[in-house]
């Protein structure tokens, strides 16, 4: 089982920068694939960012492609998602999750473990 905790979320202005943080607990995630998912009222959750656990691969969704970046330190068994020049359309809870498969995936139903979101807000 493996316990995943983000934090780091918060107000910001448009344009600021956010760094958000995914502790994992229970079981090392260095054989994880980890993705970054968002989701506002109403809608349904999106691919934000991903890496793999094999070759650190990553993907991001074109929305955010440039602004922001997932990274993992396997030693702290923790992976980050700094998020820069932050646009309201940012505003959402952000989850952390976690994947035992080989491939990295993007969608939500492929992944095994999530956390319980952090709210980010972006005003204008």
């Known amino acids: 089982q493996v316990r995943l905790v983000e934090s780091g979320g918060g107000l910001v202005q448009a344009g600021g920068s956010l760094r958000l943080s995914c502790a994992a607990s229970g079981r090392t995630v260095s054989t994880y694939n980890m993705g970054w998912f968002r989701q506002v009222p109403g809608k349904e959750r999106e691919f934000v960012a991903g890496?793999?656990?094999?070759?650190?691969?990553?993907y991001y969704a074109d929305s955010v492609k440039g602004r922001f970046t997932i990274s993992r330190d396997n030693a702290k068994n923790t992976v980050s998602l700094q998020m820069n020049g932050l646009k309201p359309e940012d505003s959402a809870v952000y989850y952390c999750?976690?994947?035992?498969?080989?491939?990295?995936?993007?969608?939500?139903?492929?992944?095994?473990?999530w956390g319980q979101g952090t709210q980010v807000t972006v005003s204008s």
């Open positions: 999750a976690a994947d035992a498969g080989r491939r990295l995936p993007t969608t939500e139903f492929a992944y095994d473990y």
């Open positions: 890496i793999s656990w094999s070759d650190g691969a990553t």
